[in-house]
Nanobody, 120 residues
Framework: QVHLVESGGGSVRNGGSLRLSCAASGSTQNIFEMAWYRRVSGRGRELVAQITIDGQTTYDDSVKGRFTISRDSARNAVDLQMNDLRPEDTAVYYC??????????????WGQGTQVTVSS
């Protein structure tokens, strides 16, 4: 089992910055990818940024050039640096870890979520 704990959410003004951090514990040796998702009120959860165990990254088009995802293997953590924040970035942000437990089974693990609010 993998346990994820997020930190770093809060409230900022338009154009401000925040850094989210997610620390993983438990069976972290099975993790092959980590990501940040967000849920805007009234909408489903959407992928913001993803990073694989070998460092490949993927970003949603809406955050490219503004957000940076990084992984700290020593801390078993993934961070999301968010710059030039906009009101439409307001959401609950969730950390995700995909853990491969067998050649055909992947377990999905989620953090509890952290609120990010951007005011205009």
């Amino acid at each position: 089992q993998v346990h994820l704990v997020e930190s770093g959410g809060g409230s900022v003004r338009n154009g401000g910055s925040l850094r989210l951090s997610c620390a993983a514990s438990g069976s972290t040796q099975n993790i092959f990818e980590m990501a940040w998702y967000r849920r805007v009120s009234g909408r489903g959860r959407e992928l913001v940024a993803q990073i694989t165990i070998d460092g490949q990254t993927t970003y949603d088009d809406s955050v490219k050039g503004r957000f940076t995802i990084s992984r700290d293997s020593a801390r078993n953590a993934v961070d999301l640096q968010m710059n030039d924040l906009r009101p439409e970035d307001t959401a609950v942000y969730y950390c995700y870890a995909g853990a491969r437990v067998s050649p055909v089974q992947i377990d999905n693990h989620w953090g509890q979520g952290t609120q990010v609010t951007v005011s205009s």
